[in-house]
């Protein structure tokens, strides 16, 4: 049995865990939630700053939790891609340096791979092939998982990722940040039939649709008219229906390229990934077009769908086990495709027979 150290620091969480295989036997994450609010979003160097102040405790934290010494230890994962530069930089020095200290081997992990990952530890006993939906602030895509490293993109937005348009429309809406978790509970309140937004589709050349790519910069558009529309009609916006009905094109849009992508290509099992898997809405949709098809759906517990260490550490299990290595000049890449992450090692995956 495998047993990872796994860092994530991509974004505005810094992130320790230890697991073994499949099983978390620790997880830490220091929110920075608070620290960016004032401004509405996340400011990379505030980012950056909060991860420097908080990488020690956590990494500590997630080795105390575990009731683990370094003996234990197998390798250092890490998030290196894609993500904030300098909030990668932080993570990725730390592990370089755990890696060099403590004579472990190095594994670096795409960030996005550990989204997939996040529902082997959801169900320890899913094995590819199946189709996950990855849905959070900065991706939204439909991917084949075929094996570790193994991937097949079948869909994506053109332009916003959803949990971006949640947290724009939040602020359109004066919500505050972040704003998907307040748009959720205020739809639940909402009459979603309330307005008729838009579905967002991508027209292709010949004219047909796009059976699996997305678009959310229109809907994000079509509410920013209609509140200036209701301004001029009521004192008070209608923010519950407001909310019900924009979650309501979200999900349904959501849910109509997903199962499409699942019946069409043979998936037995649609696993969701990402910050917006946590959303009622989307659950509610995919499991009433789901379960008529017999189509099995896996959903991460809440405290796995947003950014956390445990999926990386999940993934980079499979990684140690096929015999990849990082070298220790490993860096940060605020881009980098899911179908080029063997870029990030220099062994070769063991044969097997």
């Avoid at 994506?156 to 978790?181: F, H, I, M, N, S």
């Avoid at 990082?326 to 870029?343: K, N, V």
Wanted: net charge negative; charged share 15%.
């Amino acid at each position: 049995m495998v047993r990872i150290l796994a860092i994530e620091t991509s974004c505005d969480e810094t992130a320790a865990a230890v697991v073994r295989d499949r099983a978390i036997e620790s997880n830490v994450i220091a929110s920075q939630v608070r620290a960016h609010q004032p401004f509405g979003g996340v400011v990379p160097e505030v980012a950056s700053r909060a991860h420097l102040a908080n990488i020690n405790g956590v990494i500590t934290a997630a080795m105390g939790e575990a009731g683990c010494d370094w003996s234990a230890i197998d390798a250092i994962a890490v998030t290196c891609a894609p993500g904030l530069v300098g909030s990668l930089l932080i993570g990725v020095t730390a592990a370089k340096t755990l890696a060099l200290v403590q004579q472990k081997p190095l594994l670096g992990i795409h960030h996005l791979e550990g989204h997939l990952y996040a529902s082997y530890l959801a169900e320890p006993t899913l094995e590819p092939p199946f189709l996950c939906l990855l849905v959070s602030g900065g991706h939204t895509s439909l991917i084949g998982v075929y094996g570790c490293g193994e991937y097949q993109l079948f869909g994506q937005t053109r332009d916003d990722a959803a949990g971006e348009a949640y947290d724009k429309v939040a602020r359109l809406l004066g919500l505050g940040y972040p704003g998907g978790p307040v748009l959720d509970r205020l739809a639940q309140q909402g009459n979603p039939e309330a307005f008729d937004l838009p579905e967002g589709n991508i027209r292709l050349l010949d004219g047909k649709v796009h059976p699996y790519d997305s678009s959310f910069s229109g809907l994000k558009t079509a509410v920013a008219r209609l509140v200036e529309e209701l301004r001029q009609t009521y004192d008070e916006l209608p923010l519950a229906d407001l909310a019900a009905s924009f979650q309501k094109a979200v999900a349904q849009a959501l849910t109509k390229r997903a199962i499409a992508a699942a019946v069409d290509h043979g998936f037995k099992t649609l696993a969701i990934g990402g910050g917006v898997a946590a959303n009622s809405g989307l659950r509610q949709h995919l499991t009433a077009a789901a379960e008529p098809l017999g189509l099995q759906l896996i959903f991460p517990p809440l405290r796995l769908c947003t950014d956390n260490a445990a999926m990386i550490g999940c993934a980079a299990v499979e990684h140690f086990q096929r015999g990849d290595r990082s070298p220790l000049d490993l860096t940060a890449r605020s881009r980098l495709s899911l179908l080029e992450i063997s870029a990030l090692y220099t062994a070769a995956p063991l044969a097997v027979s």
